[in-house]
């Protein structure tokens, strides 16, 4: 055996021997076995002695995926993720991960694995003909895993990040299509059955802002200008664990500024003197946490619920089945089919960019990519631009 490592077969299988030194200095020896073949073990002799040599060794363990992801990982990231991220993290591993991979050595998980996993994992993809999850659910996996296994190497539990060369679904934008969203009328129609529930401004609100769920119900009196027209988007509801927990939003962009029409500024004016005699009917018991839309009490309402009273409104309605998260989608179809631009309703919505929108939403455009056609040929013609 040399001073550095070399292999030897011990039954039907071939191990693999190497010596590093431990905290006193002392050479220690160490091994790995079950290798199949001499060139397997030998293959892995090197990678572990160059590994030595670049000061990036990682001591063999009988870790396994799961009880890394469950009993190492988890609790050391929640305190430094948001609480929704973390319940996120926590459902996947728990549902999707440890039932699949959890069993797999931590340090013999490979990009093949994952490969495999997200493969099953997809729609359509299951061979007990279950139903499977979306895309995005499966690069939301992926990215869990990229993120658990780059602190694994970062604490020497493992010799590289195996997701990095592993190949999740790609993800393409989907544009919205009328299936998708509603016209003008039939947002009328819905707003007309709405008009006298308590919580009428709220859905008003999703109309004519395109906010988002947790962003109306986080929404306190104290983000609204009426003077200057405005409404400021600055904290959030979301629920963890079906718990009801405030937020700030998730990005810069999220934080944003949004202009308000005249008659929705007038329905939140009422809504407000409805829930002043709210305030004086409940009493002492009243929670007032200053939002705009809450329960009867002043606590918050639960985002679940609300999309509810939305989808059962609906189902009594003759319009399109929807849910209540495409009334952003019709916000922006309908403004951008009406002229407002990327950049302007980019703002309104919060998006992280305005190619975003514009690629979501390509749909919205092409009568005004026309109408601008026209317009600059009447510029060198002299003509309108239109078909002679």
Same mark, same amino acid.
């Given at each position: 055996?040399?001073?550095?490592?070399?292999?030897?077969?011990?039954? !039907?299988?071939?191990?693999?021997?190497?010596? =590093?030194? *431990?905290?006193?200095?002392?050479?220690?020896?160490?091994?790995?076995?079950?290798?199949?073949?001499?060139?397997?073990?030998?293959?892995?002799?090197?990678?572990?002695?160059?590994?030595?040599? &670049?000061?990036?060794?990682?001591?063999?363990?009988?870790? /396994?995926?799961?009880?890394?992801?469950? #009993?190492?990982?988890?609790?050391?990231?929640?305190? /430094?993720?948001?609480?929704?991220?973390?319940?996120?993290?926590?459902?996947?591993?728990?549902?999707?991960?440890?039932?699949?991979?959890?069993?797999?050595? !931590?340090?013999?998980?490979?990009?093949?694995?994952?490969?495999?996993?997200?493969?099953?994992?997809?729609?359509?993809?299951?061979? *007990?003909?279950?139903?499977?999850?979306?895309?995005?659910?499966?690069?939301?996996?992926?990215?869990?895993?990229?993120?658990?296994?780059?602190?694994? #190497?970062?604490?020497? !539990?493992?010799?590289?990040?195996?997701?990095? &060369?592993?190949?999740?679904?790609?993800?393409?934008?989907?544009?919205?299509?009328?299936?998708?969203?509603?016209?003008?009328?039939?947002?009328?129609?819905?707003?007309? %059955?709405?008009?006298?529930?308590?919580?009428?401004?709220?859905?008003?609100?999703?109309?004519?802002?395109?906010?988002?769920?947790?962003?109306?119900?986080?929404?306190?009196?104290?983000?609204?200008?009426? *003077?200057?027209?405005?409404?400021?988007?600055?904290?959030?509801?979301?629920?963890?664990?079906?718990?009801?927990?405030?937020?700030?939003?998730? /990005?810069?962009?999220?934080?944003?500024?949004?202009?308000?029409?005249?008659?929705?500024?007038?329905? !939140?004016?009422?809504?407000?003197?409805?829930?002043?005699? #709210?305030?004086?009917? =409940?009493?002492?018991?009243?929670?007032? &946490?200053?939002?705009?839309?809450?329960?009867?009490?002043?606590?918050?309402?639960?985002?679940?619920?609300?999309?509810?009273?939305?989808?059962?409104?609906?189902?009594?309605?003759?319009?399109?089945?929807?849910?209540?998260?495409?009334?952003?989608?019709?916000? %922006?179809?309908?403004?951008?089919?009406?002229?407002?631009?990327?950049?302007?309703?980019?703002?309104?919505?919060?998006?992280?960019?305005? %190619?975003?929108?514009? *690629?979501?939403?390509?749909?919205?455009?092409?009568?005004?990519?026309?109408? %601008?056609?026209?317009?600059?040929?009447?510029?060198?013609?002299?003509?309108?631009?239109?078909?002679?």
């Amino acid at each position: 055996m040399s001073q550095r490592g070399s292999v030897r077969k011990r039954g !039907l299988t071939w191990t693999a021997y190497w010596f =590093v030194p *431990d905290s006193t200095g002392a050479r220690r020896q160490r091994t790995k076995g079950g290798f199949g073949t001499k060139r397997e073990a030998q293959a892995y002799l090197t990678e572990v002695l160059g590994s030595i040599a &670049n000061a990036t060794y990682t001591p063999p363990t009988k870790l /396994t995926l799961g009880a890394y992801l469950t #009993e190492h990982w988890l609790p050391t990231v929640r305190s /430094t993720t948001r609480p929704s991220t973390w319940d996120s993290y926590r459902r996947y591993v728990d549902q999707h991960i440890v039932p699949e991979l959890g069993g797999v050595l !931590l340090q013999q998980l490979s990009a093949q694995h994952l490969d495999r996993f997200y493969a099953g994992k997809l729609a359509g993809g299951r061979l *007990d003909g279950s139903k499977g999850l979306s895309v995005k659910t499966v690069r939301n996996i992926h990215a869990l895993m990229h993120k658990a296994l780059r602190d694994a #190497e970062r604490k020497q !539990l493992v010799s590289r990040n195996v997701a990095a &060369n592993a190949d999740p679904p790609k993800q393409t934008h989907r544009s919205f299509d009328k299936t998708q969203t509603w016209s003008a009328q039939q947002v009328r129609t819905f707003l007309t %059955a709405m008009s006298s529930h308590r919580l009428y401004a709220a859905y008003l609100v999703a109309v004519t802002t395109g906010m988002r769920r947790g962003e109306i119900l986080g929404l306190r009196w104290q983000d609204l200008d009426f *003077d200057s027209r405005k409404l400021a988007v600055r904290q959030t509801v979301v629920s963890v664990a079906y718990e009801i927990q405030l937020s700030a939003p998730k /990005t810069a962009k999220g934080r944003r500024s949004i202009p308000l029409d005249a008659g929705t500024l007038t329905e !939140l004016a009422a809504h407000r003197r409805a829930q002043d005699r #709210e305030r004086k009917l =409940v009493g002492i018991g009243y929670e007032d &946490n200053d939002l705009v839309f809450a329960r009867e009490d002043g606590r918050p309402i639960h985002p679940d619920l609300f999309s509810q009273i939305f989808d059962r409104t609906v189902a009594k309605l003759d319009v399109p089945r929807i849910r209540f998260h495409d009334l952003r989608h019709t916000h %922006a179809t309908l403004g951008l089919a009406a002229g407002v631009s990327p950049k302007v309703m980019s703002g309104r919505l919060g998006h992280a960019t305005v %190619a975003f929108t514009q *690629d979501v939403y390509v749909h919205a455009m092409p009568e005004r990519e026309q109408e %601008a056609a026209d317009i600059v040929a009447a510029l060198f013609t002299g003509t309108d631009g239109g078909t002679p």
